[in-house]
């Protein structure tokens, strides 16, 4: 395996590392311990042709390669990644900072789509319809794309890129993947594991950079589709950007995700849903619980639950059993903190401080403990925005409809969720929301892999979700035929009409 406490992470091309001209490089900090532990390079206009061309090369090989033997590939990937997923969880923690546990979590979602990628020719065949008129049958099959280019955001360095490796190796594509630069090492991990697992070299590549090669891969021409997952205004550009020039590109933004709770929930389930939704991860999820609506009376008991629940959380260094980890970054969690502030001058009361917690770890880790925010105004950008930290706002509405509003009044649409006892309001609010992913009595509803992932609104740039059927669909293209074999007795003559069907 690479040593990946090396001091600057490579990309990965054809196969092996690859050792870049570029001088630029950006730091990967450790962000329990709050040092650098390495650095990784950032491409330059070079490193993306040489990326690109390596994939274009092992493009059409990989794309004739037999059904069952790209099958064999990902069986073998998928006993690879589960009997090794604890050494990737290290890498991550070291890198993002979330709890060992937690990150076991997202190797074993991104599991999950390496299986359904296993029974991938079931979801790539085509259909065969024999006669629709005399002498002429109808089939359609679906092909590999070329070249696909995904971009994966910091808090899920292993899940995100698993939700559309899998799919659009399986579907017969090459892949350029560029990982955020700020925990690169999980991508490098997994592309040694498709080595080891038999990909052929130059099917899966990673492309370590920032903007410069995001723009590179975005424009280049042998690039026919992008996967992107990040921030709104990220996701928007990239998604203008690339569809402009032609390609085909799904780009997965930001969230401000919602739970309602009627006056009827279960209070007690409601508040260790809300923490774990919350503060999970740090709030680092783009399906966290950002915002509890309380429906009134329930607010004062609720936000009672809460500030009782987080005094129980002990936030600290990952690798020590805690519940909760740093922030990825200083310059991250100084961001999250300024929304505190915000929120308190804007007139939001903070119940539970995080902005100097007491920790398990080293003093100079990104450090934010779990912040509990009641009345939010709605006004307030700490409402309108979102923080992407441990940080739960409580806003109290006056009814259902007053709730639903709210939601669908937001520029994101990713998840949201409702919780009550009444299977007629649960009901009425999964017909209202314009939102993605709705959870009914639980928080975080992402959709297991034989369904597909993806947001409404400012939260999805495209048509197309990531997995399930339609992430085969978005990595390959159909093609249908229409085909005539002649009795040799039944010949039509000329007839300039246009084609009917008898
Ligand atoms: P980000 O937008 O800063 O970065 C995402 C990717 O884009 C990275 O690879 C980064 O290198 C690249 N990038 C950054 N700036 C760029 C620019 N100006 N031009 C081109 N590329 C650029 O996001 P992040 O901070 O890494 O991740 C957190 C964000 O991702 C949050 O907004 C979160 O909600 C979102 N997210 C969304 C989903 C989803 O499924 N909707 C899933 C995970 C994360």
Known sequence: MIDLATTTVPHWIGGGRHSSASARTAPVFDPAIGVQTKSVVLADVDDVEVAVSAAAGAFPGWAKTSIARRQGVLFAFRELLNARKHELAEIITGE???????????????????????????????????????????????????????????????MVPLWFVPVAIAAGNSVVLKPSEKDPSAALWLAELWKEAGLPDGVFNVLNGDKSAVDGLIR?????????????????YIYENSAKVGKRVQ????????????????????????????????????????????????????????????????VGDGRRGTDMGPLVTAEHREKVASYI???????????????????????????????LLDDVPVTS?????????????????????????????????????????????????????????????????????????????????????????????????????????????????????FPQND
């Open 96 to 158: 993002h900072g979330k709890v060992i546990g937690d990150a076991t979590g997202e190797i074993q979602r991104g599991l999950e789509v390496v299986e359904l990628a296993t029974g991938f020719p079931h979801l790539t065949k085509g259909a065969f319809s024999e006669n629709v008129s005399t002498g002429v049958d109808v089939y359609s099959v679906r092909e590999p794309l070329g070249v696909v280019a995904i971009i994966s955001p910091f808090n899920f360095p292993a």
């Open 220 to 236: 280049h021409p042998k690039v026919e589709a992008v996967s992107f997952v990040g921030s709104t205004p990220i996701a928007q």
């Open 251 to 314: 780009a997965f933004g930001g969230a401000k995700n919602h739970m309602l709770v009627l006056a009827d929930a279960d209070l007690d389930l409601v508040a260790d849903q809300a923490i774990n939704a919350g503060y999970g991860s740090a709030g680092e999820r783009c399906m966290a619980i950002s915002v509890v609506l309380a429906l009134e009376p329930v607010a004062d008991r609720l936000v009672a639950k809460l500030r009782e629940r987080i005094g129980r959380l002990r």
């Open 341 to 371: 502030d915000l929120a308190a001058a804007d007139g939001a009361t903070v119940v539970v401080d995080g902005r100097n917690p007491s920790v398990d770890g080293e003093p100079g880790g990104f450090w934010l403990g779990p912040t």
């Open 381 to 497: 950008r700490a409402y309108t925005e979102e923080i992407f930290g441990p940080v739960l706002s409580v806003v109290r509405v006056g009814s259902f409809e007053e709730g639903v509003e709210l939601i669908n009044s937001g520029r994101f649409g990713n998840g949201t969720a409702i919780f009550t006892n009444d299977g007629g309001a649960a009901r009425r609010f999964q017909q209202e929301v314009e939102v993605g992913m709705i959870g009914i009595n639980l928080p975080i509803p992402v959709p297991v892999a034989y369904y597909s992932f993806g947001g409404a609104k400012g939260s999805l740039f495209g048509d197309a979700k990531a997995y399930g059927a339609q992430g085969f669909d978005f990595f390959t293209k159909e093609k249908t035929i229409t085909s005539r074999w002649l009795d040799p007795a039944r010949h039509g003559g000329i007839d300039l009409g």
